[in-house]
């Protein structure tokens, strides 16, 4: 029984080391427009998209538009996923990628689009 | 006006107090007539004064009183009596409402159901009414208006959704749930009755466990069949937050039926009861205070509820640990005679709930990420593949104990015996890993994972089969079980065998998509009270199958002059898979001819080019446009072009390019000569010091440019395998639970 334990124990630590280690791989931390541009990590930048310049690129299947953060700095970010299905309703996108200075754009491998239920939302409206 | 609303809430709040209160002397004085009937009278008082308030919401919602700022917000008009209906629960004060209307109603029933244990079993009940209906005081939905809007802003469309109108009610059912084990688990440790409070409280963790999985599964439906990404679940901290208590839950209902059969466990369901239960406040909390809206730093300053939230959280983990730590010296240990074996369904059952815990432990640990690493430096959020990483491997060894323990009987076990029954378990891997592998590998983890849940479903299939002829109630577990087994089947399935395609869909014309054939037949306009529908109707066809998909995408006008769009995705079931096509993109039709030709030029410095009659050089950037920038009017910069006509003088141009915070934009310049050409500025290569110039001029007759293209719309279209195993899986988890909460409700 007390041996038990300590393998249970152990395959449990190692178990949550590993999780640790996918932990602080995955974070990916809010920053703003100019940090994202020069990070070389994975970060997440939000904003609202500039109006009119999202468009859809069928020949290399991508979403492109342009991110305006609060302070009004601009990017430029490709999304190659499917499009958000409430994308044009947003208030807000948080985009999760990398930048590509090579481009110029933001390379996003993922997209939060605030969702518009306004049960999340609005406390923050108000 | 008078707002009864808020009255009857606040008589409510008396009467929950008064209830407590008397509970409180009944613990003392146990044969206190009095007190106990003033203790049940003032708790039926409040069930009635909660279900009037929500009578009184609801008739506003159904009578439009849009003075009531709640009312104003999440309904209008013309919304069908459905949906009126379904605006009671759409935002977070109503929403309060209900659950707290929940937990009146079910404490009807616990309150005759509890027996001796009722004084502490209700006072604990109670307090948790009270922090609700505190909250909702501080959150009324009956606040009013200065003056009465014509009408409300309406439901949000994508929650105009018959799954919709159900899911928030069964969460709230669920959550409301959570509150009974942990109030027998603290009535227990108060009375110092271990045991005896399992057989009473079994039914309500079924019955808990039942109603937030169909809600959590009531919600992955929906986002399948009305958000278009075609996923169910995105490990959202709005889903997270209901999966949490529930993990917790299924863990502590495996540790219920332990200590019930073998009087184990006791400490670990004490510990359990209390922890689903604070996951439900602290998911509350994450999900509800603002702190994940968007983790700025400013979500800390409101602090409407979320003071009363943490408030709350931390008094009844408080109570929680008193109880525990005066009482945990004298909690019975398992009896140390009985022959420990690992192979038992003692064990089995123990590491279901260790990985259950983990499971919880771990995604909460994601969900709380920003929380987390907020206190040592930037708020951040892990990606999903954080919970991919970590339930993987949970959900591995998951499936590898319900391809085994249900088989397996309390205490030691022959594995002779058992052998001729895993024939099944057999099976199921190798029909299951043969399917996996036809479809190509997938890699070790889930092959394994595939494997196993095959083994788990042939297993529980033969099991649920034997158990239904013999005596129907006793397959609760076991229908269930085939339930996960079939539910992560079709996880695999729809995870990785999916297939997806982009096609742009030409009105009129034939287009290949995934093997199937697809006709765009047209667009259609229709009116609807608030906006447009746009239905984007498509023959597709495949061999002798055809049929009509109708995807669509509606956009809305709203009152603040926003505009929305909704897309909504068509889904054709099929058994073995499903046919999703999501629409992406719709353009019009455009015809226009233009008598203007146009060509563009790349140049270096000092290149010089020939072009029709001009002969044209760039010699330089004038780059005097960048100092002078200006507020709001971005940067410019000018090309010294050298142009001569037909061997006339040069002419030296600049054409401009200002980039500005709306796009560029470039001026034009008139090129030399009786022509109407320009050249205008349209992009500089910063990198090779080259620019792009556009010429426009008149056009030389073959020129002339007829553009046309019919209506298209793009579409997404997807293969699924395995979603109708998934959501069967699902059905059977709930269709098991079902059973239980049936079998084990006391007669």
């Known amino acids: 029984m007390k041996k038990s334990y300590v393998i249970g124990g152990l395959v449990i630590i190692l178990a949550l080391a590993m999780a640790m280690y996918s932990f602080k791989s995955t974070l990916t931390s809010y920053v703003t427009v100019s940090e994202a541009k020069a990070s070389n990590r994975p970060v997440q930048v939000a904003g609202v998209v500039v109006t009119g310049t999202d468009r859809y690129d069928l020949k290399n299947n991508n979403l492109l538009f342009t991110l305006r953060e609060d302070g009004g700095d601009e990017m430029k970010v490709e999304y190659d996923g499917p499009r958000p299905g409430n994308f044009d309703n947003v208030t807000k996108v948080v985009a999760i990628g990398k930048y590509q200075p090579e481009k110029q754009t933001f390379l996003a491998s993922e997209l939060l689009v605030k969702c518009p239920t306004k049960y999340e939302g609005r406390v923050k409206g108000e | ?747």
């Open chain 2, 1 to 747: 006006m008078n707002n009864l609303g808020e009255l009857t809430i606040w008589l409510g709040l008396i009467a929950i107090g008064i209830s407590s209160g008397c509970y409180w002397v009944l613990n003392s004085r146990e044969d206190d007539t009095l007190a106990q009937n003033v203790a049940r009278y003032s708790f039926t008082g409040f069930v009635a004064l909660i279900t009037l308030a929500s009578i009184f919401l609801m008739l506003a919602i159904l009578k439009h009183e849009f003075i009531y700022s709640y009312v104003a917000n999440y309904s209008s008009r013309d919304l069908p009596l459905q949906y009126l209906i379904s605006s009671f629960w759409a935002g977070q004060e109503g929403s309060f409402l209900f659950w707290v209307l929940m937990g009146a109603w079910l404490g009807i029933f616990l309150m005759h159901m509890a027996g001796e244990m009722e004084p502490q079993v209700m006072f604990i009940y109670n307090l948790n009414n009270l922090f609700l209906t505190i909250l909702l005081i501080k959150q009324s939905p009956f606040k009013m208006l200065a003056t009465t809007p014509a009408d409300g802003q309406g439901l949000n469309m994508l929650l105009q959704d018959p799954w919709m109108v159900i899911h928030p009610p069964v969460v709230f059912l669920g959550y409301a749930a959570f509150t009974i084990p942990f109030a027998y688990a603290i009535a227990a440790l108060w009375r110092r009755e271990y045991d005896n409070w399992i057989r009473p409280t079994l039914p309500w963790t079924v019955f808990a466990f039942l109603s937030l999985g169909a809600g959590i599964i009531i919600g992955g439906f929906w986002s399948y069949k009305v958000l278009g990404w075609g996923g169910y679940w995105g490990w959202d901290p709005v889903e997270n937050a209901s999966l949490l208590p529930w993990l917790a839950g299924a863990a502590l209902m495996h540790g219920m039926i332990l200590q019930q059969s073998r009087r184990k466990l006791r400490k670990t369901n004490f510990i359990l009861a209390a922890v689903s239960f604070l996951l439900i406040i602290y998911c509350t909390f994450l999900t509800r205070s603002g702190i994940l809206a968007d983790f700025s730093v400013h979500s800390f300053q409101d602090l409407g509820i979320t003071g009363w939230l943490v408030f709350f959280m931390f008094g009844f983990l408080a109570i929680t640990l008193w109880f525990f730590v005066t009482r945990v010296r004298d909690i019975p240990v398992a009896d140390k005679g009985a022959a420990f074996s690992y192979f038992s369904r003692e064990f089995g059952l123990m590491a279901a709930m260790i990985i259950l815990c983990l499971s919880a432990l771990l995604t909460g640990v994601g969900t709380s990420a920003p929380l987390i690493t907020r206190l040592a430096e930037k708020a951040s959020k892990v990606s999903t593949q954080f919970y991919v990483d970590t339930n993987l491997p949970l959900a591995l060894l998951m499936v590898l104990l319900l391809s085994f323990v249900p088989l397996l009987a309390w205490g030691k076990n022959d594995f002779a015996k058992l052998s001729r029954k895993l024939i099944w378990a057999l099976l199921g891997a190798v029909l299951s890993g043969t399917i996996t592998l036809y479809h190509g590998y997938p890699g070790l983890v889930l092959l394994l994972l595939a494997i196993f849940a095959g083994a788990a479903v042939g297993v529980n299939l033969h099991l649920a089969i034997t158990l239904i002829r013999k005596k129907f109630t006793m397959s609760a577990g076991a229908i269930a079980h085939l339930g996960v087994g079939l539910m992560f089947v079709g996880i695999i399935a729809s995870s990785v065998y999916d297939r997806s395609e982009k096609v742009l869909l030409p009105q009129g014309q034939m287009e290949p998509a995934l093997g199937y054939e697809m006709k765009f037949s047209g667009p259609k306009f229709i009116r609807e009270p608030k906006g447009v529908r746009l239905d984007l109707p498509l023959d597709v066809k495949k061999g002798n199958t055809q049929f009509v998909a109708q995807p669509d995408i509606r956009s809305e006008n709203r009152r603040d002059g926003q505009g929305m769009r909704f897309t909504r995705p068509h889904i054709r079931r099929g058994l073995v898979s499903d046919l999703y096509i999501s629409p992406v993109d719709f353009q019009p039709g455009k015809e226009e001819s233009r008598s203007v030709s146009r060509k563009q030029f790349e140049l270096k410095k000092q290149q010089k080019i020939q072009f029709e009659d001009y002969e044209i050089t760039f010699v330089g950037f004038d780059i005097s446009g960048m100092m002078a920038k200006k507020e709001g009017q971005g940067v410019s910069v000018g090309a010294d072009i050298v142009v001569s006509y037909k061997g006339e003088d040069p002419l030296t141009l600049k054409p401009v390019l200002t980039m500005g915070k709306e796009g560029n934009t470039s001026s034009r310049v008139k090129l030399p000569g009786p022509a109407e050409a320009y050249l205008s500025l349209t992009r500089i290569e910063a990198s090779s010091g080259s620019i792009v110039l556009d010429y426009q001029g008149p056009a030389s007759g073959q020129d002339q440019i007829v553009e046309k293209s019919p209506p298209a719309f793009i579409a997404e279209v997807s293969i699924k395998p395995g979603m109708t195993v998934l959501w069967l899986g699902t059905f059977l988890i709930l269709f098991g639970g079902g059973i239980g909460v049936a079998r084990r409700w006391p007669k």
